[in-house]
């Protein structure tokens, strides 16, 4: 089998603790053994003055295929995912058709293996052609892959759909990932309602419209005893109350995306649709909020959101403009630049939510760098200086709100299954 | 000779104008509001004469690009133009042909490859007017873009005011009816709270948008609390149904809520005025004795939106303050 020796970094593998100086030697598909190695290998990488992670994990990314391949494909969402640092992505079913059934799932799978890149797992949907009425397939599109349940995009309106869903899919050991909106109260809202919204003249989306939704379903997944994942929590109280929730013992676990701690809804005044995204960029106190929940650990993952759009459609009237922006390429300099640089997050924790945790949410046997895991490794030089440029870019869309971003931090060397993917 | 030249540019105080565009009164110091003021003051001269014209837009082209119907801005843009001796075209568009595909961008492009000096805009998405000011070489003027600014109403409101009282430092006005929806009262708040004047917003807690205090207004619910205490109550239009939401029970409770009537008026100062950036309501948020009343400055606002307009499009083609 190929040996691959990365020699002399920073280990940093957070499910066992491990943060010091030492070689990783990989076997094939495989981790081989960690610590210091005087065997010759078959390929040796000079990780000196780099971070040697376990392959980060981006648990919330849009591929779009099928359905709009202009904006992404499973391949060029793969090329990004490598290019950001990501070895392992979950995607969100609200493609065209919806991944609500047993071939759609495996059709994931399969664009993944042609694309040969990164790990791709598929989220199944919640609901049928995610219409928010009848239950997937859930038994089936588990047993085809399917690592969650979703109708990202839109909140399960009907609390009894919820309640099912919490109660079905517990019996597979998946999580449901609830998008948490009250669609009553966002209306027609494209921003944060506050004082922005009020000088801009922009219809707003209350907080209230998140947290109504996320309190009900904390209140079904105690009542079910189910497993709820509340998807890119936006709000000082979503995490006052999933905080609450887990003191309690409530089985939730939360992310948040790069752009809810990282910009405010004052990037707003530029009328710029890079910063329309649903939930909508909230005000200087829910992002102090969830930098607080993210160093208490309230905050489970870091996710990106990636959601590419194409620019004929992103660029226009910021009122006219789809939701959402794309992030896997900006996600790991964003984490190292706004949260630990500042001291919000360490190396070990920000790795955390970007590894074991998703690892453990969609219950993957990945994310770390034990012996015998999956060789799926992450280097990263934590020192470099560099400007984000979307124009070189991996990925087929371009509406990155961190465009013209100095930043810090940069994946360097990307591993999958013991095969080095970065070009 | 060339040095002294240079020196004295040098010590030349900046000029109060140097802007390209009217985007909104948010941006404007007090300096540049007066700068508009005085300059309208000027030109309304113009249209008491009996040729109503100037030369100061000879050769220049004016567009008024209309994405939302609208008759008074656009004819009032479209008078002042050609009083200013422009050429000018008119381009209205329904939001109908945005959904046949061709982008804002697009189509504000193309009628700028026809040469272009100014774009007068009216949009129903706040921030289109910004846009259009990145990315043409004309000067750009906001018509009203959705509900963010309407500044040339906020203008010719402020210049109605101070031309009925001499002065808007130390005045007190309330603002009354829409506020979360109403571009001219977030260019009225703009600009009368710069040059010093007070405001209330009064109107329904569901049409009063969250943290306009911030602003440094004051919030009412109350109107017969407010109405005594003020100098100038401006009434917006009203509407029941706001964007698929209904934001107060009944036009009938509303107006005995917040309507302006005979009885009403009667408990303020005598010398209160009454203004209206229409279209009206009668018997909605004015009844027909207080729009035709003597407090009324209701036709004398469309007057003065003229020689306000004037002087905007004067100023934003490179006129100096007069």
């Known amino acids: 089998m190929k040996t691959t020796l990365i020699r002399g970094g920073r280990v940093i593998d957070p499910a066992s603790g491990r943060d010091e100086i030492a070689d990783v030697l990989l076997e094939g598909p495989r981790i081989a053994r960690v610590g210091r190695v005087t065997r010759k290998a078959d390929q040796v990488i000079e990780a000196e003055g780099l971070i040697v992670a376990p392959g980060l994990i981006d648990m919330h990314v849009h591929l779009r295929e099928p359905g709009k391949q202009e904006e992404e494909t499973i391949a060029s969402g793969s090329a990004a995912a490598i290019a950001g640092g990501f070895t392992t992505v979950a995607c969100m079913p609200n493609t065209e058709p919806a991944v609500d059934n047993q071939a759609s799932a495996e059709f994931v799978f399969l664009q993944a293996e042609r694309a040969a890149l990164a790990n791709i797992y598929p989220i199944g949907a919640i609901t049928q052609g995610r219409g928010g009425k009848v239950l997937s397939e859930i038994g089936q599109l588990s047993r085809a892959g399917a690592v969650a349940f979703s109708d990202d995009g839109d909140c399960v309106a009907n609390s009894n759909l919820m309640r099912q869903a919490l109660e079905y899919a517990k019996m597979f050991d998946k999580p449901i990932i609830d998008h948490c909106e009250d669609l009553n109260l966002s209306l027609d809202g494209v921003m944060h309602e506050g004082y922005y919204s009020m000088t801009l003249g922009l219809p707003g989306i209350p907080a209230a419209s998140e947290e109504v939704m996320v309190a009900r379903d904390l209140t079904l997944a105690e009542m079910t005893a189910g497993y709820l994942h509340v998807a890119h929590v936006s709000t000082k109280g979503s995490v006052a109350l999933i905080r609450e929730a887990k003191a309690r013992g409530v089985s939730v676990t939360c992310e948040v995306t790069a752009h809810h701690f990282a910009l405010t809804d004052e990037c707003v005044t530029s009328f710029d649709p890079c910063y329309k995204m649903n939930p909508p960029l909230r005000s200087a106190a829910d992002v102090q909020a969830l930098k607080e929940a993210l160093a208490d650990g309230t905050i489970d993952c870091i996710v990106s959101d990636h959601a590419p759009h194409a620019s004929e459609e992103k660029e226009v009237e910021f009122s006219y403009a789809p939701f959402g922006v794309i992030g896997m390429e900006s996600l790991l300099p964003v984490v190292v630049t706004a949260l630990i640089a500042p001291g919000v997050l360490t190396w070990p924790q920000a790795i955390a939510k970007m590894t074991v945790n998703p690892a453990r949410v969609l219950r993957l046997a990945k994310g770390t760098l034990s012996v015998g895991a999956d060789a799926d490794v992450t280097l990263i030089d934590p020192d470099a200086s560099w400007t984000i440029d979307v124009t070189k870019f991996r990925s087929k869309s371009r509406n990155c709100p961190f465009a013209g971003w100095k930043v810090k931090g940069r994946p360097t060397t990307v591993l999958v299954a013991g095969e080095i993917k970065t070009s | 000779m060339a040095k002294r030249a240079i020196a004295a540019a040098k010590e030349a105080p900046k000029p109060v104008w140097t802007r390209r565009h009217l985007l909104g009164l948010e941006e404007l110091s007090s300096d540049e509001l007066l700068a508009i003021l005085d300059t309208a003051e000027s030109f309304k001269e113009v249209s008491t004469r009996s040729i109503k014209k100037v030369p100061a837009l000879q050769g220049k082209v004016v567009v008024l690009l209309f994405f939302e119907p609208s008759t008074r801005t656009a004819t009032s843009f479209n008078l002042a133009a050609k009083r200013l001796s422009a050429d000018v075209v008119s381009f209205s568009i329904s939001a109908s042909s945005v959904s046949k595909g061709e982008t804002f961008n697009d189509t504000a492009k193309n009628i700028e490859a026809m040469g272009v000096d100014i774009v007068v805009v009216r949009h129903t998405a706040p921030g289109a007017a910004l846009l259009l000011s ?91 609390a407010v109405l005594p205490d003020v100098d100038v109550v401006n009434i917006l239009r009203i509407q029941l149904e706001r964007q698929g939401r209904s934001m107060f029970p009944s036009i009938r409770e509303y107006a005995e809520l917040f309507g302006i009537n005979r009885e009403r008026l009667a408990r303020a100062k005598p010398d209160i005025l009454v203004l209206h950036p229409g279209p009206m309501n009668r018997g909605v948020e004015i009844t027909p004795e207080v729009a035709d009343g003597s407090r009324s400055l209701i036709l004398r606002q469309v007057t003065n939106g003229l020689a306000v307009r004037m002087a905007v499009l004067y100023l934003v083609s490179g006129g100096q303050p007069r």
């Open chain 2, 134 to 224: 990145r990315i043409l070489e004309a000067s750009v003027v906001n018509a009203g873009d959705g509900s963010h600014e309407h500044p040339t109403q906020g203008l010719l409101d402020i210049f109605t005011i101070r031309e009925a009282k001499g002065h808007i430092a130390g005045l007190k006005v309330a603002i009354v009816g829409d506020i979360l929806y109403s571009r001219v009262a977030r260019s009225d708040i703009w600009g009368l709270k710069k040059l010093g004047a007070e405001v209330v917003v009064v109107g329904p807690a569901t049409l009063i948008p969250p943290d306009i205090e911030k602003l440094g207004v004051e919030v009412s619910y109350d109107l017969d």
